[in-house]
Protein backbone atom coordinates (compact mmCIF):
# COMPACT_ATOMS: atom_id res chain seq x y z
CA UNK A 1 0.00 0.00 0.00
CA UNK A 2 1.27 3.38 -0.80
CA UNK A 3 1.92 5.79 1.42
CA UNK A 4 0.18 9.04 1.82
CA UNK A 5 1.70 12.25 2.77
CA UNK A 6 -0.42 15.63 3.42
CA UNK A 7 1.62 17.43 0.67
CA UNK A 8 0.20 14.74 -1.80
CA UNK A 9 -3.80 15.24 -0.14
CA UNK A 10 -3.24 19.04 -0.50
CA UNK A 11 -1.68 18.65 -3.90
CA UNK A 12 -4.65 16.68 -4.90
CA UNK A 13 -7.30 19.61 -3.17
CA UNK A 14 -5.80 21.86 -5.06
CA UNK A 15 -8.02 20.40 -8.29
CA UNK A 16 -11.59 21.06 -6.03
CA UNK A 17 -12.40 24.83 -7.08
CA UNK A 18 -14.99 26.47 -4.75
CA UNK A 19 -17.55 26.96 -7.46
CA UNK A 20 -19.08 30.70 -6.86
CA UNK A 21 -15.47 32.05 -6.64
CA UNK A 22 -13.58 29.76 -9.44
CA UNK A 23 -10.26 29.37 -7.28
CA UNK A 24 -9.04 25.85 -5.59
CA UNK A 25 -9.82 25.52 -2.31
CA UNK A 26 -5.94 25.33 -0.20
CA UNK A 27 -4.89 28.72 -2.74
CA UNK A 28 -8.09 30.45 -0.91
CA UNK A 29 -6.85 29.01 2.40
CA UNK A 30 -10.25 26.83 2.80
CA UNK A 31 -8.03 24.34 3.91
CA UNK A 32 -6.54 24.15 7.36
CA UNK A 33 -5.13 20.10 8.11
CA UNK A 34 -5.19 16.83 6.70
CA UNK A 35 -4.27 14.55 8.96
CA UNK A 36 -3.61 10.70 7.70
CA UNK A 37 -3.58 7.20 9.93
CA UNK A 38 -2.05 4.22 9.64
CA UNK A 39 -4.16 2.84 7.17
CA UNK A 40 -4.19 5.91 5.18
CA UNK A 41 -7.03 7.49 6.13
CA UNK A 42 -7.78 11.19 5.88
CA UNK A 43 -9.48 13.60 7.71
CA UNK A 44 -9.77 17.33 6.11
CA UNK A 45 -9.97 20.15 8.39
CA UNK A 46 -11.92 23.00 6.40
CA UNK A 47 -13.85 26.15 6.90
CA UNK A 48 -16.04 27.41 4.34
CA UNK A 49 -15.68 31.41 3.05
CA UNK A 50 -19.30 31.51 4.95
CA UNK A 51 -21.41 29.50 7.19
CA UNK A 52 -24.23 30.01 4.76
CA UNK A 53 -22.37 28.41 1.97
CA UNK A 54 -24.86 26.39 0.26
CA UNK A 55 -22.28 24.83 -1.90
CA UNK A 56 -20.19 23.19 0.85
CA UNK A 57 -21.63 19.60 0.42
CA UNK A 58 -20.56 20.18 -2.93
CA UNK A 59 -17.27 20.92 -1.92
CA UNK A 60 -17.01 17.92 0.46
CA UNK A 61 -17.98 15.99 -2.02
CA UNK A 62 -15.44 17.29 -4.42
CA UNK A 63 -12.70 16.48 -1.41
CA UNK A 64 -13.68 13.12 -1.14
CA UNK A 65 -13.55 12.38 -4.85
CA UNK A 66 -9.64 13.75 -5.20
CA UNK A 67 -8.19 12.47 -2.32
CA UNK A 68 -10.25 9.45 -2.29
CA UNK A 69 -8.58 8.78 -5.61
CA UNK A 70 -5.35 8.76 -4.57
CA UNK A 71 -3.56 5.53 -4.78
CA UNK A 72 -3.71 3.82 -1.39
CA UNK A 73 -5.64 6.23 -0.21
CA UNK A 74 -8.72 5.18 2.56
CA UNK A 75 -12.03 6.55 4.20
CA UNK A 76 -11.69 10.22 3.39
CA UNK A 77 -13.60 12.29 5.82
CA UNK A 78 -14.31 16.04 6.07
CA UNK A 79 -14.61 18.14 9.22
CA UNK A 80 -15.46 21.63 8.70
CA UNK A 81 -15.10 24.11 11.56
CA UNK A 82 -15.80 27.87 12.02
CA UNK A 83 -12.70 29.02 13.99
CA UNK A 84 -11.18 31.07 12.57
CA UNK A 85 -14.06 32.58 10.53
CA UNK A 86 -12.40 32.30 7.02
CA UNK A 87 -11.25 35.94 5.65
CA UNK A 88 -9.83 36.99 2.09
CA UNK A 89 -6.51 37.58 3.86
CA UNK A 90 -6.07 33.60 4.54
CA UNK A 91 -5.59 33.62 0.47
CA UNK A 92 -2.28 33.01 -1.06
CA UNK A 93 -1.02 35.59 -3.48
CA UNK A 94 -1.38 33.75 -6.53
CA UNK A 95 -5.41 33.19 -5.05
CA UNK A 96 -5.62 37.16 -4.71
CA UNK A 97 -3.83 38.12 -8.29
CA UNK A 98 -6.38 35.92 -9.95
CA UNK A 99 -9.28 37.24 -7.99
CA UNK A 100 -7.64 41.03 -8.69
CA UNK A 101 -7.28 41.50 -5.13
CA UNK A 102 -4.22 43.37 -3.62
Known sequence: MATLTKDVVFEAMK???DPEIGVNIV????????????????????????????LGPVIIGDIQRAVGGLEGAGDVGVRVVWSPPWSPEM???DARDELGIW
Open 15 to 17: EVY
Open 27 to 54: DLGLVFDADIDETNNVEVTMTLTSMGCP
Open 91 to 93: MTE
